[in-house]
């Protein structure tokens, strides 16, 4: 039985959390860095319950690579492809294979590769936790989905992942989510889906997150009734929960009332106020609101809007 060192160990304990559909788990270390010379390994986990032979793997490095040891590799305008062989040609159920990266760095760190596919299914690539690299926790990300717009049939969205920390987030994220009203396109991105899951990964301008920036992905999809919003929010294998929109803005403490005026039998009309009781000037303001029902003594219903709608009445300031 081969042998290989303690942090390996420790990486197929942290593989088990992964998603249930990936079929790997793909994470990258760097071992040493020595004037610009650099050592790294990438190790791939079988998250499934069947042997995995025969694969092949590719990914993006800008960077000068030397050597890649334990596995055939090919290079063809910075994308590299490799494949198994030897001990490294079949990964057990829960097990791991990896291989090692000697080349040069270009800035002070190695890259982390990219655009990752396996057996031609795209993948993530994760920074390993014990790693010298300090960038953003995937639990510090701000994270929100919401439909914009839907007719009978089709209906358009937003995800946004947004970073609040002074670290990047790295390249290549993957986001995982689940609903039954069907996504047929997004952009920006790579997605798979399988069932109401789906898995989503960055990729060229949106494959990392940087430092106090946002990444957005419009999506399109088919409902039946009524689009459903997405569920089951996991970023990077970590649990996360879709906030809405107004979680992207900072929300200043306004003072929003409807006061209701004249009501007939077929009419009615009414106005808002807002009260700005800031220092600061709000410009191209967008107000949001929930229907706000109350009861008052008439003959006929009122519209679902109430006298007084401050904190059930949800807004936010573009």
């Known amino acids: 039985m081969r042998r290989f060192p303690a942090f390996f160990l420790l990486l197929l304990l942290f593989a088990v959390a992964a998603p249930a559909w990936s079929q790997v788990r793909v994470v990258y270390t760097v071992e040493t860095v020595n004037e610009g010379q650099y050592t790294s390994h990438v ?5 499934t319950s069947s042997p995995i032979s025969g694969w092949e793997m590719s990914f ?17 305008q910075n994308v590299f492809t490799v494949q198994g062989q030897g001990w490294t040609n079949t990964i057990e159920p829960g097990d791991v294979v990896w291989f090692t990266l000697t080349g040069t760095a270009y800035g002070e760190e190695p890259e982390i590769p990219r655009s990752c596919f396996f057996d031609g299914a795209s993948c993530s690539v994760e920074l390993h936790p014990d790693a010298d690299i300090e960038v953003a926790s995937a639990s510090d990300m701000i994270v929100t989905a919401w439909v914009e717009d839907y007719d009978f049939t089709t209906y358009t969205g937003y995800i946004a992942i947004q970073n609040p920390t002074d670290l990047v987030f790295p390249a290549t994220w993957e986001l995982q989510l689940s609903t039954p009203s069907q996504i047929m396109e997004m952009d920006g991105v790579l997605w798979r889906r399988s069932g109401n899951n789906y898995a989503i990964n960055g990729t060229a301008h949106t494959d990392r997150v940087d430092a106090h920036d946002f990444v957005l992905i419009p999506f399109r999809g088919v409902h039946s009734g009524a689009p459903i919003e997405p569920v089951g929010c996991r970023l990077n294998g970590i649990a996360c929960t879709f906030l809405p ?23 009615w009309e009414g106005y808002f106020r807002i009260g700005n009781p800031t220092k600061t000037i709000l410009s191209s303001w967008v107000l949001r609101f929930s229907q706000c029902v109350t009861d008052i003594e008439r003959k006929h219903a009122i519209p679902p809007l109430r006298r007084q709608c401050t904190q059930t009445c949800h807004y936010k300031i573009l």
Not at 43 to 47: C, G, K, R, V
Not at 60 to 76: G, K, M
Not at 247 to 267: H, M, N, R, W, Y
């Open 60 to 76: 993006r490095l800008d960077q000068h690579i030397t050597d890649i040891e334990h596995v055939a590799w090919s290079e063809f």
């Open 245 to 267: 929109p107004d979680a992207l803005v900072e929300i200043p403490d306004l003072s929003v009332f409807f006061k209701l005026g004249e009501v007939t039998e077929d009419e």
């Open 43 to 47: 190790m791939i986990t079988n998250m």
